[in-house]
């Protein structure tokens, strides 16, 4: 009965701004660390964001870093990706996952939930 919900994907314009959101129903979701992937068309799935039980450490590829910011509020059971400067390299399918423990964010192995996936399009 674990699910994670993305939300709030889309179609933007390069230079536009999107917030996705995710919302968990796993139990004890503020003990979990929190993090985005996204696999855009014949690629693998990459590293986006990742942030601690507290929200007080963030980790962010190196590809989104000073353009999306992670956060979470525990009372809703939520984790957000602030994604802004798009480019149309952005474009991919961006998926929540939640681990109990995680020795780096990055590292998508660790993480024991997944949802499906949101789609973002960032058109030129």
């Known amino acids: 009965q674990v699910q994670l919900v993305e939300s709030g994907g889309g179609l933007v314009q390069a230079g536009g701004s999107l917030r996705l959101s995710c919302a968990a129903s796993?139990?004890?979701?503020?003990?979990?660390?929190m993090g985005w992937f996204r696999q855009a068309p014949g690629k693998g799935r990459a590293f986006v964001a990742g942030?601690?039980?507290?929200?007080?450490?963030?980790g962010y590829g190196d590809s989104v870093k000073g353009r999306f910011t992670i956060s979470r509020d525990n009372a809703k059971n939520t984790v957000y990706l602030q994604m802004n400067s798009l480019k149309p390299e952005d474009t991919a399918v961006y998926y929540c996952?939640?681990?109990?423990?995680?020795?780096?964010?990055?590292?998508?192995?660790?993480?024991?939930?997944w949802g499906q996936g949101t789609q973002v399009t960032v058109s030129s």
């Open positions: 942030i601690s039980w507290s929200g007080g450490s963030t």
């Open positions: 996952a939640a681990a109990y423990y995680v020795r780096n964010y990055y590292n998508a192995p660790s993480y024991d939930y």
């Open positions: 796993l139990r004890a979701f503020s003990t979990h660390v």
